[in-house]
């Protein structure tokens, strides 16, 4: 059963660059045929896609974040990658990255438990 | 963007009600609608998926139901761990878009 784990600072100032990783166990990254996607949540606020990437490297971004968002795979370690460049307040939140098929059809199906981000001086 | 819109925000129900939350798109996605419970502090959850497919190990007193840009999660007899926020998603087309939440509270 595949499981999606999330890392990352924890804290981080203002201007910073965000970086977030997401390990992926239980299956290769890089067999099927898959998006996998970044989404957050800022406190006791809905959710909002930041943007996915393809298995096989084509990537897609949420227009208002796509100046500042790098979404990357590393197949090596099973790993995806996340980052924000020029970080605010407004950028605290819980990430999660997420799995849907490459089709669209199924739905964010796989999850990671998500880690929290806060931006503070 | 193609926008979503849930109703209600929020709902009050009791144990064994029939509960309907709906979420309407803002131009036709065909099927491509995504329902997910959220429990505080813990990742979304797929509920639905296509609109009226349910994931594997979800209840079956879950349902969804529509097509183009009106779609409905219906809950047919609520159960005590049911309270939670729902969020439709839409993957027609990126970026995909969340509704903004139906929070079910207990009455």
């Known amino acids: 059963q595949v499981q999606l784990q999330e890392s990352g600072p924890g804290l981080m100032k203002p201007s910073q660059t965000l970086s977030l990783t997401c390990t992926v166990s239980?299956?290769?990254?890089?067999?099927?045929?898959?998006?996998w996607s970044w989404i957050r949540q800022p406190a006791g606020k809905g959710l909002e896609w930041i943007g996915r990437?393809?298995?096989?490297?084509?990537?897609n971004f949420n227009p208002s974040l796509k100046s500042r968002v790098t979404i990357s795979v590393d197949t090596s370690k099973n790993q995806l990658s996340l980052k924000l460049s020029s970080v605010t307040a407004a950028d605290s939140a819980v990430y999660y990255c997420?799995?849907?098929?490459?089709?669209?059809?199924?739905?964010?199906?796989?999850w990671g438990q998500g880690t929290t981000v806060t931006v503070s001086s | 963007d193609i926008q979503m819109t849930q109703s209600p925000s929020s709902l009050s129900a009791s144990v064994g009600d029939r509960v309907t939350i709906t979420c309407r798109a803002s131009?036709?996605?065909?099927?491509?609608l995504h329902w997910y419970q959220q429990k505080p502090g813990k990742a979304p959850k797929l509920l639905i998926y296509?609109?009226?497919s349910l994931q594997s190990g979800v209840p079956s007193r879950f349902s969804g139901s529509g097509s183009g840009t009106d779609f409905t999660l219906t809950i047919s007899s609520l159960q005590p761990e049911d309270f939670a926020t729902y969020y439709c998603?839409?993957?027609?087309?990126?970026?995909?878009?969340f509704g903004q939440g139906t929070k079910l509270e207990i009455k």
């Open positions: 296509s609109a009226s």
């Open positions: 131009q036709s996605i065909s099927t491509y």
């Open positions: 239980g299956d290769s990254i890089s067999s099927g045929s898959y998006y």
């Open positions: 997420a799995r849907c098929d490459y089709y669209d059809s199924s739905g964010l199906d796989v």
């Open positions: 998603q839409q993957s027609y087309s990126t970026p995909y878009i």
């Open positions: 990437i393809y298995t096989r490297g084509a990537t």
